[in-house]
């Protein structure tokens, strides 16, 4: 059975930022992603489009009924005759129905009706593409947010530095060299926050770009329950629910039925027939003898037996065929794709916990590294730029942290995706229920009449990002407590030398 994965609003698997209690969730934004991303939209419509590929070979098994009419006026003859008819009017009705096509329309529903299917795990497939990227978005902005924070605190804590290296220079207590490795320290870590906040800027607009709304406070994202224990098993769940596979393989089969239509093309076709004439020649005829209005009728059957048509159904078979392979291939290609996915994604998400677990190991031994240096500085045993050492030291551990916690929770995601546990029905989204392509293909599978009830206009459904503000680094959230590192007060000695 498959389980159903879902987003559980608990302890998160990623200790971010502290969330305000109007933050949004993780679940807040894939829903307004399934809602108003234009990727779905348009995969959603171009199902809709397949779903009529079934009443249109369907209505090659149906009756066609056609009318023709015409009015002529001779307006110049060369010689005066009683037979002749100056003026008439002919209409003519013919009826058709097919009644053997030699397997073409059975074998072409069955065709449209595999795409069908086709294009709904395509459907599947694209919400999962578009969840995964709104998760990486989503979690880029808690990553790059947290890295402003840490970047801010270390050029605070620099900034504490210069200052305390300046005033002890001012007397005597340092050189000239340590204030200048303080300023070129700071300067470097400024550098280094406006890259983070561009990173920042760039990644809430990517949120903008497939959420469809500015990034706010955002919450730490849930667990993410129903994980395989190894990747043998999932590539095992992937290789039975992947939606892409799923696809791929529908398509396998259609291209089968296509190879029938073609096939059918060589034998004889039966049909019946009617046909009604009616022809009016306003009394132009002076012959009595000869009516000037009157009706035919003729009814029968007819068959068409193809006895050559230039090579036509051999090629037109030959080419089912080779595109039968092509979908064939293009199975194989999904195939290995999907053990891939699952593989390097489950590679990247075990090791990604075990970077999260070394980087906070880093982290405390640096920041007992740092007190420890720091408290040897006062005393004279270390340097200005060892003490800026371990401070830079300490921010790349952090940095490192934040950064295996993104990484962990998106491929963790995207092992999910490729075992096909990574929908709209597997997550549990609210706002609405959830858009059923059944709805359609119930609607119109079986409709026949040519004036029928038809579709008003198609309109946008996905929202425009047009009139969103330009993203700002800003950041109000809290640091989690976590990555918080005090400041250095300055005071004692940084020279490393003893004190007089």
Not at 217 to 245: I, M, R, T
């Given at each position: 059975m498959r389980g159903k994965v879902k987003l559980l609003l608990a302890v998160a698997l990623v200790p971010g930022l502290a969330a305000p209690a109007a933050a949004e969730s993780l679940r807040e934004a894939l829903a307004a992603a399934y809602r108003t991303n234009p990727t779905i939209e348009a995969q959603r419509a171009n199902v809709r489009a397949l779903d009529e590929n079934v009443p249109i070979q369907r209505s090659n098994a149906l009756p066609n009924v056609q009318l023709q009419s015409n009015y002529a006026e001779l307006l110049i003859q060369s010689n005066n005759s009683f037979v002749v008819p100056t003026r008439v009017f002919q209409s003519q009705g013919q009826v058709n129905y097919p009644v053997y096509s030699g397997g073409s329309v059975k074998n072409g529903v069955k065709a449209a009706e595999e795409r069908v299917l086709a294009g709904r795990a395509t459907l599947r497939n694209t919400e999962a593409n578009v969840f995964t990227n709104a998760v990486a978005a989503?979690?880029?902005?808690?990553?790059?947010?947290?890295?402003?924070?840490?970047?801010?605190?270390?050029?605070?804590?620099?900034?504490?530095?210069l200052q305390a290296s300046r005033d002890r220079f001012q007397v005597g207590d340092l050189t000239r060299t340590d204030v200048a490795q303080s300023e070129a320290r700071l300067a470097l870590a400024r550098s280094q926050l406006q890259q983070a906040e561009a990173r920042l800027i760039s990644s809430r607009e990517t949120y903008v770009q497939?959420?469809?709304?500015?990034?706010?406070?955002?919450?730490?994202?849930?667990?993410?329950?129903?994980?395989?224990?190894?990747?043998?098993?999932?590539?095992?769940?992937?290789?039975?629910?992947?939606?892409?596979?799923?696809a791929a393989r529908k398509t396998v089969d259609a291209s089968k039925y296509d190879v029938r239509v073609a096939r059918a093309g060589r034998l004889p076709t039966v049909s019946l027939f009617n046909q009604s004439g009616y022809f009016n020649y306003f009394g132009s005829i002076g012959s009595p003898q000869i009516p000037n209005a009157g009706f035919n009728v003729q009814a029968g059957v007819g068959i068409n037996i193809p006895i050559y048509q230039g090579g036509q159904p051999a090629a037109r078979i030959r080419q089912a065929q080779a595109r039968q392979g092509v979908a064939q291939e293009q199975l194989t290609e999904s195939e290995r794709a999907v053990v891939q996915q699952a593989r390097s994604a489950y590679a990247v998400y075990r090791s990604s916990l075990e970077v999260i677990e070394s980087a906070r190991a880093a982290q405390e031994a640096n920041k007992l590294s740092l007190e420890g240096v720091r408290a040897e500085n006062s005393v004279g045993n270390r340097t200005v730029i060892e003490v800026l050492n371990a401070e830079q030291e300490l921010l790349n551990s952090q940095v490192t942290l934040v950064t295996a916690q993104r990484d962990a929770y998106v491929a963790g995601f995207a092992v999910l995706a490729a075992m096909g546990h990574a929908e709209a029905k597997d997550l549990g989204l609210e706002g609405g229920p959830l858009y059923d392509p059944e709805i359609h293909y119930r609607k119109v599978r079986n409709r026949f009449?040519?004036?029928?009830?038809?579709?008003?206009?198609?309109?946008?459904?996905?929202?425009?990002?047009?009139?969103?503000?330009?993203?700002?680094?800003?950041?109000?959230?809290?640091?989690?407590?976590?990555?918080?590192?005090?400041?250095?007060?300055?005071?004692?000695?940084?020279?490393?030398?003893?004190?007089q």
């Open positions: 989503y979690m880029d902005v808690i990553r790059d947010s947290a890295i402003v924070q840490l970047n801010q605190q270390n050029v605070r804590v620099l900034e504490v530095n497939i959420v469809g709304h500015p990034a706010g406070d955002l919450e730490p994202p849930p667990p993410l329950p129903g994980l395989p224990a190894g990747p043998d098993q999932a590539v095992s769940v992937a290789l039975s629910d992947n939606p892409a596979l799923l009449l040519d004036w029928g009830e038809g579709l008003p206009s198609p309109k946008p459904v996905a929202t425009s990002t047009a009139n969103t503000p330009a993203q700002t680094s800003d950041v109000v959230k809290p640091l989690d407590p976590a990555f918080m590192n005090p400041i250095d007060s300055g005071s004692g000695n940084t020279s490393g030398t003893k004190p």
